[in-house]
């Protein structure tokens, strides 16, 4: 089975901030990496998919890299709106997994 | 309007069983694979199972085999989800998914606002 592993578990940071969080597999994936927003009290949407590809409506600001074991999900002024845990996921084959989280406070 | 809707939580005893449903609109139900997620109060996201679109194929989280048995009945575009031998550990929000896959790309792109199971005596 595939481990994620995120990092930091947590991050404060200021409106503006360039922010970044790590995603590391325990094997190679390829690109198929997924990043979600968790807001709190609501359900976790999609952000980025395939490692790259920024889904229809999110925000510019966010962008994600990587392929193989180490991928990024780089917020690049960080916005109120922001304040979140974002969450990896591993497509890349069954069972699926998550990382455990990022909690970014503003 | 594309919707999921869950329904079946509940507060059960250790050792008991519960049956979460999931009815899906606005789509083709049985296109599309559909999962279970769980989310433990204050935690992290966990992956439960999948099912593939014609039912025929499924996947568990070690942590569920043998106990959880996800289902799925097309005509009437409901996910279910069987919970046996429940443990205090299962306690969690439970999301129904569903799968958006094309070309080896795949994500949850559709989620439903979840339904609470509790389980303590």
């Known amino acids: 089975d595939i481990q994620m592993t995120q990092s930091p578990s947590s991050l404060s940071a200021s409106v503006g901030d360039r922010v970044t969080i790590t995603c590391r597999a325990s094997?190679?994936?390829?690109?198929?990496l997924n990043w979600y927003q968790q807001k709190p009290g609501k359900v976790p949407d999609i952000l980025i998919y395939?490692?790259?590809s920024l889904q229809s409506g999110v925000p510019s600001r966010f962008s994600g890299s990587g392929s193989g074991t180490d991928f990024t999900l780089t917020i690049s002024s960080l916005q109120p709106e922001d304040f979140a845990t974002y969450y990896c996921?591993?497509?890349?084959?069954?069972?699926?997994?998550f990382g455990g989280g990022t909690k970014v406070e503003i | 309007e594309v919707q999921l809707l869950e329904s079946g939580g509940a507060l059960i005893q250790p050792g008991g069983s519960l049956r979460l449903s999931c009815a899906a609109s606005?789509?083709?139900?049985?296109?599309?694979?559909m999962s279970w997620v769980r989310q433990a109060p204050g935690k992290g996201l966990e992956w439960v199972s999948t099912?593939?679109?014609?039912?025929?194929?499924?996947y568990y989280a070690d942590s569920v085999k043998g106990r959880f048995t996800i289902s799925r009945d097309n005509s009437k575009n409901t996910l279910h989800l069987q919970m046996n031998s429940l443990r205090a550990e299962d306690t969690a929000v439970y999301y129904c998914?569903?799968?958006?896959?094309?070309?080896?790309?795949?994500?949850?792109?559709?989620w439903g606002r979840g339904t609470l199971v509790t389980v303590s005596s």
């Open positions: 998914a569903k799968h958006w896959s094309s070309g080896g790309i795949r994500y949850f792109d559709l």
């Open positions: 606005g789509f083709t139900f049985s296109s599309y694979a």
């Open positions: 099912i593939s679109g014609g039912g025929g194929i499924t």
């Open positions: 094997q190679s994936i390829s690109s198929s």
């Open positions: 395939a490692a790259s």
């Open positions: 996921q591993q497509s890349y084959s069954n069972p699926l997994s």
